[in-house]
């Protein structure tokens, strides 16, 4: 299987998740305490029993990808995890928990690098098969946890490049909310990147994203999916709305969106965002997905 093939495969499993099912994600209902069950972060476990019924040809893509295809680490760990929660599956998640392992037990990565891709994956393991993490191997995800968190204080600050919503502080917030009462700075973490967010990033996103575009051109087809992914889970753990900082941005985004795709469809029979500034774009992946994830949502 060719890694385009793979990549749109896993880009499938996540559309099926997030855009699909996002459609009804949480509504504003004011802020509350963080639930201290699991699963959490993309609500509870009755929440995700009932999309899968509700959405089963969506859910029926998610258990293919987990169950019998060949995927991308992150597409097939979250399949793995959301497949072993709603059908409360130990085996599955604890395959999902040996492969999320894998990087906790590895290096610590920083810089200009996709640390926060890592964090982002092994925490919605955490969260969706907490059952199946020995009390060992969750002081083991906060020690990870915490270790990037330090290693990368100065990596990807300035909020116009970089993708500094996504690859970064999406992975930071997920873990954040999926240790919460366990890991004991994740509460403080979090409450830093709030800061961070009001401060500074939501400024930005009025300033150079009103009417929906962004400055920095392509890297918006990579980083906003995760993003939202983030505010998404914000708004279910604790009912924060960051969409609500920056309204000239989001309010537009969805409608921008439309007018940065190729009218027709080309030689990879799919419509795909034209390239813009020093993002990439030049070749078909998998962000033609995330910009329809993150367009629905």
């Known amino acids: ?81 959301l497949v072993a929660a709603i059908e409360r599956d130990e085996a599955l998640g604890r395959r999902a928990v040996e492969t999320a392992l894998e990087t906790v037990r590895g290096p610590i990565r920083k810089g200009h690098v996709t640390f926060g891709h ?3 994956r092994t925490a919605i393991v955490y969260d969706l098969c907490h059952e199946y993490w020995t009390p060992e191997e969750r002081s083991l995800f906060h020690d990870y946890m915490n270790r990037t968190v330090d290693a990368n204080v100065g990596s990807e600050p300035h909020v116009f490049h970089n993708g500094w919503y996504g690859y970064k502080n999406w992975g930071i917030g997920l873990a954040c909310y999926a240790s919460y009462y366990e890991n004991s700075r994740a509460e403080a973490i979090l409450r830093d990147l709030e800061a961070e967010i009001e401060a500074r990033a939501a400024p930005a996103f009025e300033l150079a994203g009103d009417g929906g575009g962004w400055a920095e051109g392509y890297y918006v087809n990579y980083w906003l999916y995760e993003w939202l992914f983030f505010c998404e889970a914000a708004r279910w753990c604790e009912g924060v709305d960051y969409y609500a900082l920056a309204p000239s941005f989001y309010r537009l985004r969805a409608v921008a969106s439309m007018f940065e795709t190729y009218p027709g469809i080309g030689i990879y029979g799919s419509r795909r965002s034209i390239p813009i500034g020093d993002g990439g774009g030049r070749v078909f992946g998998g962000d033609r997905d995330k910009t329809l994830a993150a367009r629905r949502i």
């Open 1 to 81: 299987m060719n890694w385009t093939k793979t990549a749109l495969i896993g880009a499938a499993a996540l559309v099926g998740v997030v855009a699909t099912w996002g459609v009804c994600f949480a509504a504003d209902t004011g802020r509350h305490p963080v639930p201290r069950e699991h699963p959490r972060l993309l609500g509870s476990r009755e929440r995700l029993e009932q999309l899968a019924q509700e959405r089963a040809d969506a859910y029926q893509r998610v258990v293919s990808v987990a169950r019998e295809q060949e995927a991308d680490p992150h597409a097939k760990s979250v399949s793995m995890s």
């Open 118 to 120: 890592d964090l982002a």
